[in-house]
């Protein structure tokens, strides 16, 4: 039996008031104008990222993967006031629209863009994370969690975005590297025994991950 109704997806987005509502018209204009569009969280996952900072509060945040800035600003909601977000992405024209986001938000005094690898850069950032968001290239999702694991702070939060990867994670013979790549990172942190975790079915899928 099926419980997700196949307009579920709507019904709840006009149910949930999370999402900040000024960041309507660049979601959209993303949506309308970007060829990777789909990259972009949708709306109502951004008020759950924005629902999640809020509840921790965090001082530092590390998003993996910025695309044009969306997920970054639904995140900074819950920053405190001491805090910062540091987001990396590796397309340089992407960072830039972010940029131009960021800089007309709210927060545009606590975001901190990095251009480049993520791989090198997060071990040049010397800070524990409260809160830290993977949603950027998928065979490295195992390294990014790998990298930045150790420098969580006690009860932080990592979210990984993705992770039942448009269902082909459902399907007996997984053709594509991405889905295989996502697969192989679901069973490596079901087998972690330091971490505990749940996933969420939230748009394409959001894993929770905290240390025991």
């Known amino acids: 039996m099926e419980f997700i109704h196949p307009n579920a997806n709507t019904y709840i987005e006009h149910f949930s008031k ?26 109502h996952q951004g008020g ?8 921790i509060g965090p001082t530092n945040i590390l998003e993996i993967g910025t695309f044009t800035g969306f997920s970054s600003l639904c995140l900074a909601e819950g920053l405190s006031s001491k805090g910062f977000l540091h987001t990396i992405e590796l397309r ?6 972010a940029l131009s ?36 290239d998928k065979t490295g999702y195992i390294e990014y969690y790998d990298l930045v694991l150790p420098r969580l702070a006690p009860n932080g939060l990592i979210i990984v975005d993705n992770v039942l990867f448009h269902g082909e994670v459902l399907e007996e013979k997984m053709s594509g590297k991405s ?6 990172f679901n069973e490596y942190v079901l087998n972690d025994p330091n971490v505990e975790h749940t996933i969420l079915t939230v748009r394409d899928g959001l894993s929770l991950i905290r240390k025991k």
């Open 101 to 136: 986001h960021f800089a007309t938000s709210p927060h545009s005094e606590k975001i901190k863009q990095h251009i480049g690898d993520a791989k090198q850069i997060i071990p040049s950032l010397p800070l524990n994370w409260d809160l830290v968001f993977i949603d950027a």
């Open 18 to 43: 999370a999402t900040p509502s000024y960041l309507r018209a660049m979601y959209e204009a993303t949506l309308a104008d970007h060829p990777h569009a789909h990259l972009q969280s949708n709306w």
């Open 48 to 55: 759950v990222l924005s629902f999640l900072s809020k509840l």
């Open 179 to 184: 889905a295989k790549a996502i697969q192989a």
């Open 92 to 97: 340089a024209e992407d960072a830039k629209k």
